[in-house]
């Protein structure tokens, strides 16, 4: 953002949003129970043994990672067939598609009257004229 937000890149607001989550990703932590770290399967199985197979393995393998869709963790050579884009391609692309494609879901009507009272304060604190 520069000019005192009058200068916005969406691109960069979709890098700094991806940033963000994992920044909170990280913050947030990870929950250490005995559930969590499996402590009666590492106990069933033993030192030496293998996890891989477990059940408790194959439906949690997936929550502490992080699921960019802009930072690209491939090996090069798939990062080269799938076409070699860079962050800030990636970013634009992501941001043309949430313009093109994002549709929001609507606001209740408790909110829509309380954001219609806030204009109606500032119309009248600031003598705008209503059209």
């Known amino acids: ?9 969406f691109a960069q607001f979709v890098i700094d949003n991806e940033i963000f989550k994992m920044i909170r990703k990280v913050i947030d932590g990870i929950s250490v129970t ?6 009666d399967i590492i106990k069933e199985i033993g030192p030496g043994g293998e996890f891989l197979t477990q059940q408790h393995t194959f439906d949690n393998f997936k929550k502490e990672q992080s699921h960019s869709k802009l930072f690209d963790r491939s090996m090069r050579e798939t990062w080269v067939i799938d076409g070699e884009t860079n962050l800030t391609e990636r970013a634009y692309a992501e941001a043309n598609d949430i313009l093109n494609n994002y549709t929001p879901l609507p606001l209740s009507e408790d909110i829509m009257e309380k954001i219609h009272s806030i204009v109606e304060e500032a119309e009248k604190e600031y003598a705008a004229k209503k059209e």
């Open 1 to 9: 953002m520069l000019d005192m937000g009058m200068t916005f890149d």
């Open 34 to 39: 005995d559930a969590n770290m499996a402590v």
